[in-house]
T-cell receptor, first 111, second 113 residues
Framework: KQEVTQIPAALSVPEGENLVLNCSFTDSAIYNLQWFRQDPGKGLTSLLLIQSSQREQTSGRLNASLDKSSGRSTLYIAASQPGDSATYLC??????????FGAGTTVTVRA | DTAVSQTPKYLVTQMGNDKSIKCEQNLGHDTMYWYKQDSKKFLKIMFSYNNKELIINETVPNRFSPKSPDKAHLNLHINSLELGDSAVYFC????????????FGPGTRLTVL
C-alpha cells in the first residue's frame, strides 16, 4: 500500500523567503506525482505534474523535483508572497486510476 | 467556463436520508473520480470511472452508488446517510490514461445531523 508523507505539517515564513516543501512515498513504482494547492473551503488546484521519467518541472516561481528511487519530491516556491498561503498537497499515481495523497503542508506567509 | 463543477456546494441533511451530488466536466475527459476529504483533511479515493465504466471501488459501503450517464457526468448517490458520512466530497477528471493529470471540482460539503 502506497503511503505518502509530507513534512512539515505546517510552515510559517516571512514574505520574500523561499519555501521548501517535502513529500515522500513508500512505493517507488509510480507513474507520476502531482502537487496541488488547496485554499480554505475551496477545491484543489493542480500546480505541477511530474511524470516518472522526469526529474523536475517548473512553472513560474514553482519548481518541483522528483527522485523516484529514493521516494522523494520537493516543491520549491521562490520569493514567497502572502497569496501563497494555502495547504499544499502531494499525490502519487501508480497507474491504477487513483491518486494517493499526503496530509498536506499548511503554509503561512507573513507580510 | 468552469472545468469541473459540482452541485450542491453545501448539503445539510438528517441521518437516514438519501441524497445525491452531481458532477460535470467540460474538459472532454474520459475518466472521472470521487474522492472524500475527512475532518482531518485527508483525501482518499472512493471511485474511478473510465468511459462510464467503473474501474475502482475503494471498499466504499454499498450505500454509496455512483452513476455515470455519460462521459461528462458522474453523480454520487448516498442512501441511509450516517453521521460518519459528513465530509467534503470532491469530483475530479482526467484524460484517459493512468498517468494523466487530474483536475478537481470545488467540492461538496456534506453535513449529516
Amino acid at each position: 500500500k502506497q503511503e505518502v508523507t509530507q513534512i512539515p505539517a505546517a510552515l510559517s515564513v516571512p514574505e520574500g523567503e523561499n519555501l521548501v516543501l517535502n513529500c515522500s512515498f513508500t512505493d517507488s513504482a509510480i507513474y507520476n506525482l502531482q502537487w496541488f494547492r488547496q485554499d480554505p473551503g475551496k477545491g484543489l488546484t493542480s500546480l505541477l505534474l511530474i511524470q516518472s521519467s522526469q526529474r523536475e518541472q517548473t512553472s513560474g516561481r514553482l519548481n518541483a523535483s522528483l527522485d523516484k528511487s529514493s521516494g522523494r519530491s520537493t516543491l520549491y516556491i521562490a520569493a514567497s508572497q502572502p497569496g501563497d498561503s494555502a495547504t499544499y498537497l502531494c499525490a502519487v499515481s501508480k497507474g491504477d486510476y487513483k491518486l494517493s495523497f499526503g496530509a498536506g503542508t499548511t503554509v503561512t506567509v507573513r507580510a | 467556463d468552469t472545468a469541473v463543477s459540482q452541485t450542491p456546494k453545501y448539503l445539510v441533511t438528517q441521518m437516514g436520508n438519501d441524497k445525491s451530488i452531481k458532477c460535470e466536466q467540460n474538459l472532454g475527459h474520459d475518466t472521472m473520480y470521487w474522492y472524500k476529504q475527512d475532518s482531518k483533511k485527508f483525501l482518499k479515493i472512493m471511485f474511478s470511472y473510465n468511459n462510464k465504466e467503473l474501474i475502482i471501488n475503494e471498499t466504499v459501503p454499498n450505500r454509496f452508488s455512483p452513476k455515470s450517464p455519460d462521459k461528462a457526468h458522474l453523480n454520487l448517490h448516498i442512501n441511509s446517510l450516517e453521521l460518519g458520512d459528513s465530509a467534503v466530497y470532491f469530483c475530479a477528471s482526467s484524460q484517459m490514461g493512468d498517468s494523466a493529470e487530474q483536475f478537481f471540482g470545488p467540492g461538496t460539503r456534506l453535513t449529516v445531523l
